[in-house]
């Protein structure tokens, strides 16, 4: 029996994907190979490649406009790096609003100065900082659009002249955003767009070639740029199934329905965690993420009871991460409706036992 699965990532696809995915490890295309044993330089390889980047541009809203996708590998956390690298000669400006964008900061201070323009961890990141002061001499301004493991999400990004760079591996598809505002958007793909192993950059081609420092070729977005993502042997599989995808992305309406069905779900749980006596949101209630959901259970001692309720009627990954405790949904573009209903039932179950 499929689960109700509220993984934070890697995560839920939809069950079309993998039928389809499978289909293709026993034979590809009708070609009576895998597309585990094929070149990535052989034409069906290239097809799925140029499909997927141009599916990225167009559902992005950002075709002909001087963008460039790419498919790359080491994870976002591998971009925390190579944005540093190809963009940060003195200065950049970064919104500190989790374990995501302190890690970003890390890797940024190895290539110059990092001002971190706010902060939301004295308050264990519960809240997006607003009102702050971007410096106007900064290379960049990076921020982090959903905070994965908090349940925060930024939902007015701040006027800026500089390039704006962003993090969206947990909210990308998922809500409408003018995505031309940024000049560099980045996200690992096993989120919210398909397997781990590939991660997605979307850059603006005129903000590079800036940075007077020499860049490994790996390392550089412009060599990727002309190698068209096949520099080295790309993931494959990984960039296949995002493909497949993001043809049911745009099958299903685009990231319009997509931002539809995401907002339903959220205002489902999100109605029952503050309805519900039992429970207590994690998030400040106006940053509250639409992908990820942390609540917690006011009285501890009822967490047994629940955690057997959810996961003897099959839901997976409700646990919260470590660092916040409590539960996290992970509300996906592919997780329906239906399951969230199924966990807000034994949240009302709960209610009326004990
Ligand atoms: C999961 C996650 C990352 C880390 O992604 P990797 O691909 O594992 O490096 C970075 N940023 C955000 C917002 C995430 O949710």
């Known amino acids: 029996m499929k689960k109700h699965n509220f993984s934070a990532g890697p995560c839920i696809l939809p069950q079309s994907v993998f039928k389809e995915a499978s289909q293709a490890i026993l034979d590809f295309n009708n070609s009576g190979l895998s597309i585990l044993e094929i070149s990535h330089r052989s034409k069906d390889f290239v097809a799925v490649m ?116 962003c993090d969206m591996s947990s909210d990308i598809f998922s809500r409408e955003i003018d995505f031309s505002k940024f000049d560099l958007i980045y996200a690992g793909a096993q989120k919210n767009m398909g397997p781990a192993g590939t991660t997605l950059v979307v850059v603006k081609e005129e903000v590079l070639g800036k940075v007077s420092r020499e860049i490994p070729s790996m390392m550089n977005y412009a060599v990727h740029i002309s190698k068209e993502s096949m520099f080295n042997t790309p993931a494959v599989y990984a960039v296949y199934v995002s493909m497949l995808t993001l043809r049911w992305i745009k099958s299903k309406g685009g990231i319009q329905a997509m931002e539809q069905k995401n907002n339903r779900k959220a205002e489902l749980i999100y109605g029952e965690i503050d309805r519900n006596p039992l429970f207590t949101g994690f998030a400040a209630k106006e940053d509250r993420s639409v992908m990820n959901a942390t609540f917690n259970l006011k009285d501890e001692s009822h967490q047994e009871k629940f955690d057997m309720m959810w996961k003897e009627a099959g839901v997976n990954g409700l646990n919260g991460h470590r660092s916040v405790g409590g ?20 949240m009302q179950e709960l209610e009326r036992k004990v």
């Not at 110059?112 to 323009?117: K, L, P, Q, R, S």
């Open 50 to 165: 140029d499909e997927a980047q141009e599916l990225v541009l167009e559902l992005l809203g950002l075709k002909n406009k001087g963008y460039k996708a790419l498919f790359l590998q080491g994870g976002a956390s591998m971009q925390f790096l190579m944005v540093a690298y190809n963009l940060l000669e003195k200065k950049a400006a970064y919104l500190n609003t989790g374990t995501w964008s302190s890690k970003a900061i890390k890797e940024a201070k190895l290539f110059g100065e990092v001002v971190e323009v706010a902060s939301s961890k004295e308050k264990n990141f519960n809240y997006i900082p607003k009102n702050y002061t971007i410096p106007a001499d900064a290379d960049y301004f990076h921020c982090t659009s959903n905070n994965t493991i908090f349940g925060t999400q930024i939902k007015e990004f701040p006027a800026t002249d500089l390039p704006i760079v």
């Open 327 to 346: 539960y996290r949904a992970s509300m996906y573009n592919a997780l329906s409706l239906e399951s969230v209903q199924v966990v807000v039932d034994f």
